[in-house]
C-alpha cells in the first residue's frame, strides 16, 4: 500500500510540476522569419559601401506587451557608422516581437554581423579601402554589464551585401 501512494504521489508530482516554461520565439514567424526580415529591411547606406565597412553590434533593446520597441542600447559595434541602418531595421520591426504573458517589458539581446560580398579578383583599390575602414574604426564599447538572467538572447542575424549597390 505504501509504495503504490508514494509511486501515485511521485507520478502527480512530475504530472504538476514544470521545470521551465517553454516559450515560442520571440518574433512572430520565428527564426526564419526574423532573419529574412532583417535582411530584406537592413538598407546599407553607399557611404559604408564606399568605405568597404564590415563588423559587428550587438544591440539590447526592450520591447512592451504590443511588441512596441519602447528602448534600443548599443552594447558593442565595431563602427558607430554600422548602427544607423540596423537601428532603422529594429524600429520597422515594431509589433512583431512577443514577450512572455506575464510580463509587461522584456529585454531582448541581439547580434548582427554585417559583411560585403568581396569580388572574385581584389584589386589594390578594394584592399585598401577595406584596411583603411579596418584601421580607422571607432569602437563603440558599453561598461555596463549585460543581465543575462532578465533578457533573451536572440541568434545572430548575418547581413551581408554587394558591392555593386
Same mark, same amino acid.
Given at each position: 500500500? =505504501?509504495?503504490?501512494? *508514494?509511486?501515485t504521489a511521485?507520478?502527480?508530482? @512530475? ?7 517553454? *516559450?515560442?520565439?520571440? /518574433? ?16 546599407? &547606406?553607399? @557611404? *559604408?559601401?564606399?568605405?568597404?565597412? @564590415?563588423?559587428?553590434?550587438?544591440? $539590447? /533593446? ?6 512596441? %520597441? =519602447? =528602448? %534600443? #542600447?548599443?552594447?558593442? @559595434?565595431?563602427? #558607430? ?9 529594429? $524600429? ?6 512577443? #514577450?512572455?504573458?506575464?510580463? =509587461?517589458?522584456?529585454?531582448? #539581446?541581439? &547580434?548582427?554581423?554585417?559583411n560585403f ?28 554589464? %549585460? ?19
Amino acid at each position: 500500500m =505504501k509504495k503504490i501512494l *508514494l509511486v501515485t504521489a511521485i507520478l502527480l508530482t @512530475a504530472f504538476f510540476a514544470r521545470a521551465q516554461e517553454t *516559450l515560442a520565439f520571440p /518574433f512572430q514567424g520565428g527564426k526564419d522569419a526574423m532573419n529574412r526580415f532583417f535582411k530584406d529591411s537592413v538598407m546599407v &547606406p553607399q @557611404a *559604408l559601401v564606399k568605405s568597404r565597412a @564590415a563588423g559587428t553590434v550587438v544591440f $539590447k /533593446f526592450t520591447a512592451d506587451e504590443n511588441g512596441t %520597441i =519602447k =528602448k %534600443i #542600447i548599443i552594447y558593442y @559595434a565595431d563602427d #558607430i557608422s554600422l548602427t544607423q541602418p540596423l537601428i532603422e531595421a529594429l $524600429k520597422r520591426s515594431n509589433k512583431k516581437w512577443v #514577450i512572455p504573458n506575464h510580463e =509587461k517589458m522584456h529585454d531582448f #539581446i541581439i &547580434p548582427f554581423s554585417i559583411n560585403f560580398t568581396p569580388p572574385a579578383v581584389a584589386n589594390a583599390g578594394f584592399t585598401k579601402a577595406a584596411y583603411s575602414f579596418y584601421t580607422h574604426r571607432k569602437p563603440v564599447l558599453s561598461y555596463d554589464q %549585460i543581465p543575462l538572467d532578465m533578457a533573451t538572447l536572440l541568434p545572430a542575424v548575418s547581413i551581408n551585401y554587394d558591392l555593386n549597390q
